[in-house]
């Protein structure tokens, strides 16, 4: 079965990276979220990333033209999902979430339909349990910024068939991906991984060890690493990391994988990172200057930690 439409769920972040490359490569997507307001902004981040492409000119006017006419977005679920032949669902990283929507997507999408979660962290065989067709049930793992990132992390439930395995694969290629098959354990790899380190650079803050910068600093220029993982932390979405690891310290019951108090508090105070404006970082549109948040200046009057 060729795969031609894809409805996409949940427009933040990832959803509209994700909606991005799928119209990008000539496949027609509906992508859907609860928010109207979500989905008019998903439009416009999407327009101005394709706009910085044609800048580039890695694609034309015309590919972004068409690519853009490749994408509907919807508020209702049942309409976006009516004709496709796959779901990516990205909704927030909430368990009762993820299986309310899948006990309802399997309710309306086609039979032949895949559907595909892009959790960061949650069991795909439970998400898979919540369906009547637990064999078409698979984690399609995009990484952040998806338009740039090569990687797709292809998650096998524990019923997940070869021949969907298989199709998703082949699917990830012709999206200019490279896709790496992993079981369903707590985290898969990426996060299991990526998320203790960042837990671990926010106790080394917590403890007074270092400072933002310094931290962020060791692993860039020590390390390699293109971005600090405070920073890193700030781009994914404190909220996220918070869910993931709690994830990871359920899954194993251990306390190696519980949160920081520090970010359970920064996740309280809604201080999210990129998306609210502020995380260990502080944020204003427009300027791409990385300047720590005054919360962990120590002699801001606002207090260090
Ligand atoms: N942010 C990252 O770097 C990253 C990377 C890889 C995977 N992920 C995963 O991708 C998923 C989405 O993350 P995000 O960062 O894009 O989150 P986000 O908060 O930016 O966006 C989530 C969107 O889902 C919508 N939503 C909530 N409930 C919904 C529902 N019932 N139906 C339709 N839409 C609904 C919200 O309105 C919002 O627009 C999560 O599972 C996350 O773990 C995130």
Known sequence: MAIKTVAVIGAGTMGNGIAHVFAQNGFKVNLVDVYQPQLDKALTVISKNLDRMVAKSSITEENKLTTLQNITTLTSMAAG?????????????????????????????????????????????????????????????????????????????YKTSNEVTNQVIDLSKKLGKVPCVVNDYPG???????????????????????????????????????????????????DICYSILRVLQNGFR????????????????????????????????????????????????EGGT
């Open 81 to 157: 999902v009516r004709d496709a032949d796959l779901v990516v669902e990205a909704a927030i990283e909430n368990e009762e979430i993820k299986l309310e929507i899948f006990t309802q997507l399997d309710e309306v999408a086609p039979q032949h339909c895949i559907l595909a979660s892009n959790t960061s962290s949650i069991s795909v065989t439970k998400i898979a349990a919540a369906t009547k067709r637990p064999e078409q049930v698979i984690g399609m793992h995009f990484m952040n910024p998806v338009p740039v990132m090569k990687l797709v992390e292809v998650i096998r439930g």
């Open 188 to 238: 898969f790899i990426a996060n299991r991984i990526l998320m203790p380190m960042i837990n671990e650079a926010i106790y080394s803050l917590y403890e007074g060890v270092a400072g933002v910068e310094e931290i962020d600093t060791v692993m860039k220029l020590g390390m390699s690493h293109p971005m600090g993982p405070l920073q890193l932390a700030d781009f994914i979405g404190l």
């Open 254 to 301: 251990t306390s190696k994988y519980a949160p920081c108090p520090l970010l359970a508090n920064m996740v309280a105070a809604n201080h999210l990172g990129i998306k609210t404006g502020e995380g260990f970082y502080k944020y204003t549109a427009g300027s791409k200057e990385l300047v720590v948040s005054n919360r962990f200046r120590p002699l801001s009057p």
